[in-house]
């Protein structure tokens, strides 16, 4: 089972990938929407803000959400690590519901392109 660190630094290489991205991929993060993350086998959810292609501002809490994020995610600490390891593909996860993404339709289009 992933730890909080290494759900941390998943999150952290995640943005880094955001930032690093080209083109209609950049494009895609050019957002501007509040993120939760909730690690359910960890009770724990990371909060941040999706800013021109970079993920800032990320703290952790105890429990569920206690807000409604804009862009929401829910998963297991090791689907998370796997995910951004490239050892999970986003679309399986997602049809087999081992990871759950919640937003409205205008984000969930433009985030298709990432996932």
Not at 32 to 43: A, F, P
Request: aromatic fraction near 4%; charge should be negative.
């Amino acid at each position: 089972m992933a730890t909080v660190e290494q759900c941390r630094d998943a999150l952290d290489k995640l943005a880094e990938n955001l930032a690093g991205a080209d083109g209609d991929l950049r494009g895609a993060a050019a957002l501007d929407r509040s993120v939760s993350c909730w690690i359910t086998d960890l009770d724990t959810t990371f909060l941040g803000r999706l800013v021109d292609s970079r993920i800032e501002d990320v703290t952790a809490a105890p429990g569920p959400p206690a807000e409604r994020a804009q862009i929401r995610l829910t998963m297991s600490g090791d689907d998370l690590v796997a995910l951004v390891g490239g050892e999970l593909h986003f679309a399986r996860a997602w049809g087999s519901g081992r990871v759950k993404l919640e937003a409205g339709l205008r984000d969930l289009l433009r985030l298709r392109k990432l996932l």
